[in-house]
């Protein structure tokens, strides 16, 4: 009896014992996936943090960026307004000239066929010199840009275009031909008569064109001013941004070029004149 008693007693200590060992084994696995748990939780939280630093970066740098085109458009805004001082002088130095002129025409009109009086003669000599020196004077270029010619009001302005169309296709005419004066001309009387035709859109992008290629850059710049001003939702709004980037460009006003560039890839990153821009961005930054 004792004997049996010793032995159950040995049964249970071992089945003890064996619960314990088990006990102990799922102990330490549970410690072990704990760690795991614990490190995969630290590369999450590292992984958040980094999140949140980088979106920080990003909101600090668009910040920046915002404020470095909101400083740059306010220079445009004044250069733009310049210029607009510099043609109103120069469209006064011209309405003085037609003026001059017609009077010097109406004196000759006046003169006999076969001959003119000497006092007539030193009158028409006097306007004369103060025309050419008026005309002179509306010609000279701006330092580091190539002399534009200036546009006769009534140059390449046609009776014969009686209507709208024939107004405007006869500026393309002459646009497509290379007759930039001429186009930029007829473009501004049709404007001034029809502004709002259907072709108004293209003739005012046009009439800034010629002035590009008349390399007239700073009037181009106010054409195409004008341009974005009436038509803000044109196809051609991109091409006018990218034109008075380089408008600036020639001229020597790299910063300005600049502001105009980079708004341009912002606000149209996925156009061509947006590829175009920042190859002209690379260009000035090697510079």
Known sequence: MNRIFRRGKCLLLGVALAASSAGATKISDLETQLAAFNARLDQVEQREENYRKDLEASKKSNQDLALELKKGQADLKLEIQNLRQELTQLEEAVREIS??????????????????????????????????AAEAQTR???????????????????????????GYELGVKYFNAGNYDAAAAQFTAFLKAN??????EDAQF??????????????????????????????????????????????????VAETIYKDLIATYPKSTEAAQAR????????K
């Open 99 to 132: 003026s001059k002129l017609s009077m010097l025409e109406e004196k000759l009109t006046l003169i006999p066929q076969q001959g003119s009086t000497p006092a007539l003669t030193t009158a028409s000599s006097a306007d004369t010199t103060q025309l050419a």
């Open 140 to 166: 000279e270029a701006p330092a580091g840009t190539a002399a534009a010619k200036p546009a006769s009001p009534s140059a390449g302005i046609e009776k014969s275009a009686k209507t709208a169309s024939e």
């Open 195 to 200: 502004p709002g035709s259907k072709f108004a």
């Open 206 to 255: 046009k009439t800034a064109e010629c002035y590009y290629e008349l390399k007239d850059y700073k009037r181009a710049v106010l054409e195409y001013d004008q341009f974005q001003k009436k038509f803000p939702k044109s196809p051609n709004f991109p091409a006018s941004m990218l034109k008075m980037g380089l408008c600036f460009e020639k001229q020597g006003k790299k910063d």
């Open 279 to 286: 190859n002209q961005l690379n260009k000035l930054t090697k």
